[in-house]
């Protein structure tokens, strides 16, 4: 039987209503709406504006695979670089383009993610938010951005029980959404090798990578430093 809205709207209107919901369950960053294909400039005039186009089209290629064949057949995708060359804002461009077409995304910082996770330890079980809602969540949502996946700044200082946490917390997820053949997007500030260094173990990095699309913006500079310049008139 068909719904009861295709009576009265089309799956392009009923779409539209759902749409302001699924975003703000998203989790994205709150300037997310900057964060779009039609703000990712090209023309900065340096040398990597070549690179810049390449990553464009890769990201707009993956988020028009998914919305042409869906989900069954997606694959990961992996954005990697250096602080500020631009990762987040392509896979926000990337994800908020699917939920307009009406996939379930969610946006997890890695790093927030995992403290989180601790710190539901030693709650009392009514509590509404435990580790596995968390990661239930993270490994059944359609598609997945894990922004900065990796070791952050201040690892090699911290317990090693904190990073045992976290690889598992990655190993988890990365094993749910693959069972589960669903897509990921993961930005990292790391060379695969580095990555599989951090993890201790090459399985579930082979896995994650397995057929995905990677860009690579290696090289790039602190975009950011050009943000500045311009927010300040320069
Ligand atoms: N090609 C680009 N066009 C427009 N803005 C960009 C571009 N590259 C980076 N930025 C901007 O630079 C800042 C840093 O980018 P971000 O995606 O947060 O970097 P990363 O996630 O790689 O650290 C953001 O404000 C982003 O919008
Ligand atoms: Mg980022």
Redesign the pocket.
């Known amino acids: 039987m068909s719904p009861d809205w295709q009576s009265t709207m089309t799956r392009a209107e009923a779409n539209n209503l759902l749409l302001p919901g699924r975003i703000a369950r998203a989790n994205l960053v709150p300037r997310h709406k ?2 779009g294909f039609a ?4 023309d ?1 005039g340096d040398e990597y504006d070549d690179a ?1 186009i390449a990553a ?1 089209k890769a990201a707009r290629a993956y988020a028009t695979d998914i919305i042409a064949t869906g989900l069954k057949k997606a694959r990961n995708m992996i ?1 990697m ?12 461009a990337i994800i908020v383009n699917l939920a307009m077409m009406g996939f379930e995304i969610r946006r997890e910082n890695y790093w927030t993610m995992t403290r989180n996770i601790r710190s539901t330890y030693g709650r009392g079980s009514q509590d509404d938010e435990t580790e596995s809602t968390i990661l239930d969540l993270a490994g059944s949502i359609d598609v997945l951005l894990l ?2 996946l990796g070791p952050g700044a201040l690892h090699g200082s911290r317990d090693k029980g904190a990073t045992d946490h976290e690889r598992r917390i990655a190993r988890d997820i990365i094993n749910m959404r693959d069972e589960a053949a669903l897509p990921t997007i993961a ?1 990292i ?1 790391l060379k695969r090798g580095e990555l599989e260094t951090w993890f201790g173990e090459t399985v579930a990095v082979s896995r994650f990578f397995h057929g995905a699309v990677e860009a690579d ?1 290696f090289g790039m500079p ?3 430093d ?2 500045n310049l311009k927010s300040k008139g320069e």
């Not at 703000?39 to 090209?42: D, E, G, I, V, Y």
């Not at 670089?81 to 926000?92: Q, S, V």
């Open positions: 900057e964060l703000a990712w400039r090209t900065y810049r464009f954005l670089g250096n602080t500020g060359c631009g990762k987040t804002h392509l896979a926000h922004d900065d930005t500030n913006l602190d975009m950011r050009a943000e």
